[in-house]
């Protein structure tokens, strides 16, 4: 006789093994999910690295942060008119190294410019060297660097000699000597000389993606079925060897605004009238004590933007790097 109580409803499922199981109602329901157009339940569904990489970045706090610092700059760069309404060569000497005043929040330099004018339209020059300088040694150096990977023997050898020549040379003393011959005053030298000798770095990163990436299965596999050269690089090898690469040119244009600054503090890159970071911090260095904020907005604003693309790079490397999940 039924004692009050409801049971719950019961189905019958088989094991797999000529069996038959208890099942309650919801587990029934589960295993009767049908599955997806491609076969697959969505749970089976085979995620690419690239797929787990932005699933992660998405929750991280750090990318978030630096990823709007640095579309705020980008932003910035592109139409600093946005935000500032004042030109970057417009000065009045007798407003030389006065502080905040209504419609110039970040006062006056030395020569009675705006600071925060010139802060402004400075974004423009850094992350246009940066990124520009990043494009230029990430495409070299991967190219370089994943030829010699792939096809070793003499051309890995003599490229392997190379960077030992480039590396060997200290990255400020080449920009004194190189670039105080060049009397221009775009950003063209500067952006070359970052090229010249960052692209080394790149290099060796994407030969070691390289021959790692090459030795696996699936590249034998296509080799073995009469696949090109081009196409064992392009469709089975650099897909699988660029995450290190994103990831060492995205700390690295950090670096790379870093070392147009420093070149401009000391004269041989940017030179006036164009507008740097670097110059504007030469240029308030003799004032530090009169006329602190000339010195500190600038300074500031190059130490966020480069901390801004380190911790953006971490967080790709942490995102792309199996090993680290």
């Known amino acids: 006789m039924p004692d009050g109580r409801h049971e719950p409803e019961q189905a019958i499922a088989g094991t797999g093994m000529g069996g038959t199981m208890d099942l309650g109602v919801d587990e029934a329901e589960t295993l009767e999910k049908r599955p997806g157009p ?16 932005w699933r992660d970045l998405r929750r991280n706090p750090v990318f978030i942060v630096s990823a709007l610092v640095i579309l705020f700059l980008v932003l910035i760069s592109l139409w600093p008119s946005a935000i500032t309404s004042g030109s970057p060569l417009k000065c009045d000497l007798s407003k030389a190294q006065q502080g905040s005043q209504s419609g110039h929040p970040f006062g006056f330099d030395g020569q009675g410019c705006d600071v925060y004018t010139r802060t402004v339209y400075g974004a423009r020059t850094s992350v246009a060297v940066g990124v520009l300088a990043t494009l230029g040694v990430s495409v070299l150096g991967s190219v370089l660097g994943a030829l010699a990977g792939y096809f070793g023997g003499v051309w890995d050898s003599v490229l392997s000699r190379i960077t030992d020549v480039f590396f060997a040379i200290p990255v400020v003393l080449g920009g004194l000597v190189l670039l105080s011959v060049i009397t221009s005053n775009t950003i063209w030298p500067v952006i070359g000389f970052i090229v010249l000798l960052g692209w080394p ?24 079925l009469g696949a090109s050269h081009s196409r064992l690089v392009l469709r089975h090898i650099a897909p699988n060897a660029v995450a290190p690469v994103i990831v060492v040119a995205t700390i690295a244009l950090g670096t790379y605004i870093s070392l147009e600054a420093t070149l401009s503090y000391l004269g041989v890159g940017l030179k006036p009238p164009s507008v740097s970071w670097g110059i504007d911090i030469s240029a308030a260095s003799p004032y530090i004590r009169n006329a602190p904020h000339a010195l500190l907005w600038p300074s500031g604003a190059l130490a966020l933007t480069v901390l801004a693309f380190i911790m953006l790079g971490d967080a790709v490397r942490d995102a792309l790097d199996p090993k680290l999940r």
């Open 201 to 224: 770095q790149l290099s060796r990163i994407a030969r070691g993606s390289v021959i790692t990436a090459k030795q696996n299965d699936y590249v034998q596999a296509a080799r073995a």
């Open 38 to 53: 491609d076969g697959a339940g969505p749970e089976d569904r085979p995620r690419s690295l690239w797929s787990d990489a």
